[in-house]
């Protein structure tokens, strides 16, 4: 059996490590374009800030690695221009000697992954702009602050990356502005995102929202009022789609999300093809609809669903429930499930409860979380929550999720046997008065 992958990060590896645990005969061979693989790109604002320093850290495996103890090829600067399933045949172009060739498989996994968008603002090419997702952006970024040392810098879009690139240019001392088309934080309520705003603020950094760009300078960026935000670099953090050109060429269906469809398997339409990663379409454990969340956890999870898969095995996609966590400075923002808004685009009647806690007694130096949940009211099943705080968010939004996951109810909370000792939880957790108070608005 002959498996090739195309993509060598998180989903490709975990595919490829999957199938050689199951399968010690397997030839497996993964290509991938870039130089670097199985690179760790949650930890990379943490690596420009200096926050660690051991590059080494973020790509702790090699073609060598996969090599010596798994068997398997990893060719990297190998970029697959075309997948022809009628021959069950791809055409690879070795990007250093510019020759092609062709490669044959039994089963092929797709994991391309996905690319950032790039707004199409006037000067967007300019030198001093970047994006950041992969290990080439990372380079390009930090050789520039040691080289040109940057003063100022913008941030355009209000995402996961740009509120943690806002923290890492002003560890380094650069005055930052942050930019937003519309409110910050978009898949956060309002009442929650305010507290964020709030903090970037008291942290040095300048919000601006509701703001159009106009064009990128030298100078900076230009506003659709025509003011200049003075900045020596502009990071473009606007999203991303899912890299999908390669499979929609070989008439590989996509969702309707634009991501590539699959089965609860990793299968695409085509028999011997699957797909995994960034690249594909999920599902929402709640409205069972489909969606798009690129997170790095789901896509070594569908990774090793599709080795799993591909080599008999049993396992299955569950869903997401867009489940995520980041820090803001010593901020902790979560959020998983459904938000107020979108369970009742849903058609949900929902029951909200937004209340504030302390994550373990103040003689302990707790201090307050802020913790908003939403459930149905006929039912009192939990269909989201957003937590913001200092210290517990990560334990708490874990709580939810478990709860969510097993389609527990609002009383739940009250009776879940959480862990308390002073130094981690007061007596009653919050989670127990976020129940009471979800309780209390169900029997109105």
């Given amino acids: ?112 992954g996905a690319v950032s968008e790039k707004p199409p603002i006037q000067g967007n090419d300019n030198k001093n702009i970047f994006l950041f997702r992969n290990m080439e952006h990372l380079n390009k970024i930090k050789s520039f602050i040691d080289n040109e040392k940057p003063q100022t810098a913008a941030i355009i879009g209000t995402g996961l990356v740009g509120l943690e690139m806002c923290e890492s240019f002003r560890k380094l001392g650069i005055k930052t502005t942050l930019i937003a088309r519309s409110s910050i934080a978009k898949s956060l309520e309002n009442d929650m995102t305010i507290l964020i705003e709030e903090h970037l603020k008291e942290h040095g950094v300048l919000v601006l929202k509701n703001t159009a760009t106009q064009e990128i300078t030298d100078q900076g960026v230009v506003l659709g009022d025509g003011s200049l935000i003075q900045a020596d670099m502009v990071l473009l953090a606007t999203g991303i789609r899912p890299n999908v050109q390669l499979a929609q060429a070989a008439g590989i269906e996509l969702g309707s999300t634009g991501a590539i469809m699959v089965d609860s398997k990793m299968k695409t339409n085509i028999d011997n093809i699957y797909a995994c990663g960034d690249c594909i379409e999920h599902f929402h454990m709640v409205t069972g609809k489909p969606v798009y969340r690129a997170l790095g956890s789901t896509a070594n999870k569908t990774g090793v669903i599709a080795g799993n898969s591909i080599t008999n095995g049993q396992e299955t996609f569950k869903g997401v429930l867009g489940t995520g966590i980041f820090r803001v400075f010593d901020l902790t923002v979560a959020q998983t499930g459904l938000s107020e808004k979108e369970a009742i685009d849903n058609g949900y009647d929902v029951v909200v409860a937004l209340d504030k806690k302390p994550n373990k007694p103040e003689y302990m130096g707790g201090k307050d979380m802020v913790i908003k949940t939403v459930a149905e009211k006929s039912s009192g099943r939990l269909l989201g929550a957003q937590i913001i705080g200092y210290e517990g968010v990560d334990k708490r939004i874990d709580v939810i999720v478990t709860a969510i996951s097993l389609k527990a109810k609002a009383e739940d909370l009250i009776h879940f046997d959480l862990a308390y000792a002073p130094p981690f939880s007061t007596p009653r957790d919050p989670l127990y008065y976020t129940g009471i108070k979800l309780m209390n608005e169900i029997m109105k």
């Fill in 1 to 112: 059996m002959r498996i090739l992958i195309i993509g060598a990060v998180a989903a490709g590896t975990s595919a490829a490590t999957e199938i050689r645990r199951r399968n010690r005969h397997a030839e497996i061979v993964i290509y991938e374009k870039d130089n670097s693989i199985s690179y760790a790109s949650c930890g990379m604002p943490y690596f420009i800030s200096n926050e660690f320093t051991d590059f080494e850290a973020l790509v702790p495996r090699d073609s060598d690695f996969f090599k010596q103890k798994h068997r398997i090829d990893v060719l990297v600067a190998h970029e697959v221009l075309t997948i022809t399933p009628e021959k069950n045949s791809i055409l690879v172009k070795n990007i250093e000697t510019e020759e092609t060739f062709e490669d044959t498989y039994d089963y092929l996994i797709i994991a391309t």
